[in-house]
């Protein structure tokens, strides 16, 4: 399939430094961020077909629908949850849980960022936390960007320890066919050492010197979580149905069921129970709006992107990277996983992770032959999830979360300018990958 599919490219080019030239052009385009990454996504993926690198029954092929699913349902199962004021409720709560303290205030939304990012993904949850996070330093009249960086920090650093957690999970657990326990089992002990020494550094980077006055911290102690709930019916469906997914993440090798297949049926059953909570006009109003919430337009860069990568993978590029990057490490195993660990973290923080993974599970795969076969790699795939999910908080274009939390802030006054973040977060992002090294030579090598 794969000669039939170069075959045709056009005036007799070379397939591999034509496809090649499209991902170079798509990636440069898509750091430009002069036009939509959708919208170049899905033009080079056409180009590849259009000139003959792949023939468009092969550039299906290269689509996975099992991460496309996965995020899908998720995000149906977030939209539907958020009407319910949940998410409000935990920041809130987090906020007097901490006495209105700011210092307390930071750590605790630190921790409730890194949880909730493991349990949904790392966008969505700054999507829900970073308005409350204004509203309460509005309130307590402290500046906002410490808290909004931690909050980054703290999404990417929690979205790595699960499947689900972050994007580059959940496409390196689709197409190696990873689970959702083997993710926890491999990369939850470190994260909580990692998140654990980053809100340390936080708090003494920033947290000791945030003051708030007797009356402002009244004023925040006078919220009441309680107030957040809008929909009490709605929440308990919610929590029920959030839950029952997550058991089944959990059984999901036993019972043969991919996480897809989970996520778009718990998606389906919470939007069956919505919808006859109301009358016909107002649950017709609700789908609309539940379909709506999905980010259409990462679906649509995932889909475009995994054509493009196809068509390099196809035209033979990655298998010579991969035939060179073993010789560099001489075909051995612990020096490709500190090359993969820190070449990740490096490159993701220069390249959004998204289409940085894509690009390198193929390459990955394809050193299996020399390395002793899909069995004997497995850590690479640990290596490449750690450095890409860390090495994202480095610059403010490595993950989707950072670019999310930014643009929210600069609406409300709150700028994040590029090489102020870098500064402050490239040498956290450096202690963290260090401490993933120790782990996986420890575990691992």
């Not at 959708?38 to 792949?54: E, F, Q």
């Not at 690479?380 to 999310?404: D, F, I, P, R, Y």
Request: aromatic residues 8%.
């Amino acid at each position: 399939m794969t000669a039939h599919a170069v075959s045709h490219v056009y005036f007799g080019l070379n397939a591999m430094w034509v496809s090649t030239c499209i991902l170079a052009i798509t990636y440069a385009v898509i750091m430009s961020e002069k036009v939509n990454r959708a919208i170049v996504a899905l033009i080079g993926a056409s180009v590849m077909i259009v000139v003959g690198v792949l023939e468009q029954e092969e550039a299906i092929k290269g689509v996975d629908w099992n991460t496309l699913g996965l995020l899908t349902g998720m995000m149906i199962l977030v939209s539907i949850s958020r009407r319910s004021g949940m998410f409000g409720y935990v920041a809130i709560w987090s906020a007097r849980a901490a006495k209105a303290h700011p210092a307390g205030i930071m750590l605790l939304l630190q921790l409730a960022t890194a949880v909730l990012s493991a349990l949904l993904d790392n966008v969505t949850t700054v999507l829900l936390i970073v308005p409350v996070t204004l509203a309460i330093t509005n309130t307590l009249k402290v500046p906002a960007y410490p808290y909004l960086f931690a909050e980054i920090m703290a999404s990417n650093i929690g979205g790595t320890a699960t499947l689900i957690g972050d994007p580059p999970n959940i496409i390196i657990g689709s197409q190696v066919g990873l689970d959702f326990n083997q993710f926890i089992y491999h990369l939850a002990p470190v994260i909580l050492v990692i998140l654990a020494v980053q809100t340390v550094m936080i708090h003494f980077l920033w947290g000791r010197a945030l003051k708030a006055t007797p009356e402002a911290e009244a004023a925040v102690m006078a919220m009441r979580p309680a107030d957040s709930i809008e929909d009490p019916r709605l929440l308990k469906q919610s929590l029920a149905v959030l839950t029952a997914v997550m058991v089944i993440f959990v059984l999901a090798r036993p019972l043969h069921l991919e996480p897809a297949t989970i996520a778009l049926l718990g998606a389906g059953f919470l939007m069956l129970l919505d919808n006859w909570a109301h009358h016909s006009e107002k649950a017709s109003h609700n789908i609309h709006s539940t379909f709506g919430d999905v980010e259409w337009i990462t679906i649509f860069f995932f889909l475009g992107l995994f054509i493009v990568v196809h068509g390099v993978e196809v035209g033979g590029l990655l298998h010579l990277l991969a035939n060179e990057l073993v010789k560099a490490t001489g075909g051995n195993l612990a020096a490709t996983g500190y090359a993969v660990l820190w070449a990740s973290a490096f490159l993701s923080a220069i390249v959004d992770n998204i289409p940085f993974v894509a690009t390198m599970i193929p390459l990955i795969k394809n050193m299996a032959p020399s390395l002793g076969g899909p069995e004997q790699i497995m850590p690479l795939w640990w290596c490449l999830s750690l450095g890409a999910c860390l090495g994202g908080n480095g610059t403010l274009v490595g993950a989707s979360a950072n670019l999310t939390v930014a643009g929210i802030s600069e609406r409300n006054g709150v700028p994040f300018r590029f090489l102020t973040y870098t500064l402050y977060a490239a040498p956290l992002t450096v202690v963290s990958i260090a401490i993933a090294n120790v782990y996986v030579w420890w575990r691992y090598f």
